[in-house]
């Protein structure tokens, strides 16, 4: 794996685990973090050989949201927040969401502002119990970005989205996993061992199933019945000619566990 000043990128097997890792400013994205977090994501999207990826922040915060200390430097900001969110934040948060494998977020402490985006775009979740997501910019006038406004509306509804968001609630993990926004809830000091067997148990599962899954399910965001029938039907096709499933029924006949490689 490469080294990044900001970024933790470790491997377990077939799990890979990204870490945001600025703890003394509760992994505030700055310039540098954006640009590692894109390198790591797309290292570890490209290898083949990671079937899962955990995504967590170091020391007592998931993340603190965009740094807003670079917001003094005299650059004009009206320029610069279009400039970082569809410049760098973007593809970071695409590239997660297209990802061909699952992104698992395990949120400790907070997840505020940009941050709760990285969490919310993973596809599954796992909060601490002392975890919270926080949609913290009408304290400073600002709206939800990175996607969130997106993720809260389809998980929440438009009229809870928008109360979480104008009252600038915490919300604790026990209230995501009852509202949908994540999927379990464990304790603190459980939270990296927990996921990391969820991961593992992900990991033996077969591949092109989680990833065309995972396409399927991006795509019935935003199209109707008729249309998804017929791009399952397709995705069914690439799932049902691969060796993959060959290996799995010719498994499941010799009462063996098959061996995937992803084709």
């Not at 200390?69 to 695409?94: A, C, Q, S, W, Y």
């Not at 389809?154 to 915490?170: F, M, P, W």
């Not at 026990?174 to 994540?182: M, V, Y």
Request: some cysteine; overall charge negative.
């Amino acid at each position: 794996m490469s080294h990044y000043d900001t970024v933790l990128v470790e491997r377990d097997g077939a799990v890979a685990t990204v870490t945001m890792s600025r703890p003394d400013s509760l992994n505030a994205f700055n310039h540098a973090l954006r640009l590692d977090m894109l390198r790591a994501v797309r290292e570890v999207n490209d290898d083949d050989g990671i079937r899962v990826v955990i995504l967590t922040g170091a020391g007592r915060a998931f993340g603190a949201g965009a740094d807003l200390t670079e917001m003094g430097d005299g650059e004009d900001p009206h320029f610069r927040v279009e400039d970082h969110l569809n410049g760098e934040f973007k593809p970071i948060l695409m590239a997660i969401t297209e990802a061909p494998k699952p992104w698992l977020s395990a949120v400790n402490g907070a997840a505020a502002g940009v941050s709760s985006s990285f969490a919310m775009a993973c596809d599954l979740t796992v909060m601490a119990d002392d975890a919270y997501i926080y949609q913290a910019f009408t304290a400073i006038s600002l709206i939800p970005d990175g996607g969130a406004t997106w993720h809260l509306a389809r998980a929440l509804g438009r009229k809870r989205a928008y109360e979480v968001i104008v009252s600038g609630e915490k919300i604790a993990a026990q209230k995501c996993l009852d509202w949908g926004l994540c999927n379990r809830v464990v304790p603190a000091q459980e939270l990296m061992p927990q996921a990391m067997a969820w991961a593992q148990e992900l990991a033996a599962k077969a591949p092109l199933s989680l990833r065309y899954a995972k396409q399927a399910l991006n795509e019935a965001m935003e199209k109707d019945v008729g249309q998804m029938i017929s791009n399952e039907a397709k995705l069914q096709h690439l799932c049902i000619t691969s060796a993959d499933a060959s290996e799995g029924v010719q498994a499941f006949m010799q009462k063996r566990a098959p061996q995937w490689q992803g084709k």
